[in-house]
């Protein structure tokens, strides 16, 4: 029981300190997965402690592979209840605490979604696999 008070006590003073954590980023930062200016987008983006920028709609298309259909559907619903509510209504700001919690938890470059994409094919591997196969080709007829 003191060890988890002792370990709900460590993680109050991490939220706290958190809360008062200003990240700093250039003027001219891009996003890490799109390379467009992240002021200039022309939507919201994140900057991780990793020092990485990364526009919403990017962090999105990244990270939902990686949830489960549970959070997937929840990302579905935030996103439909936050588009009903205005800027200036009092639950739009925990709607938007929860969706940040569940696509923005970690940066997708440093964290454990890099990690588990380890084993993933990358986008562009049925054109190298096109490639392999030219080249392939090209060299069966230099041989002969």
């Known amino acids: 029981m003191n060890e988890c008070d002792t370990m709900c006590d460590s993680l109050r003073d991490e939220i706290a300190r958190l809360r008062s954590h200003r990240m700093h ?3 001219d930062a891009r996003c890490a997965i ?3 200016s992240a002021l200039s987008a022309g939507e ?3 900057v991780f402690p990793s020092g990485y ?3 919403t709609s990017a962090l999105k298309k990244e990270v939902l592979p990686y949830l489960n ?4 559907k929840r990302v579905a619903e935030l996103e439909g209840h936050l588009k009903s509510k205005s800027e200036r209504d009092a639950g739009r700001n925990a709607l938007q605490t929860e969706l940040d919690g569940l696509i923005a938890a970690e940066c997708p470059l440093t964290g454990s979604v890099m990690v588990e994409s380890i084993d993933r094919d990358f ?3 049925a054109e190298i696999g096109e490639n392999e196969s030219l080249l392939e ?3 069966e007829r230099v041989q002969v």
């Open 44 to 46: 919201p983006f994140y």
């Open 137 to 139: 080709s090209i060299v």
């Open 25 to 27: 980023m250039k003027a």
């Open 69 to 72: 259909d549970k959070q997937r």
């Open 53 to 55: 920028v990364i526009l």
């Open 34 to 36: 799109t390379n467009k």
């Open 123 to 125: 986008e562009d591997s």
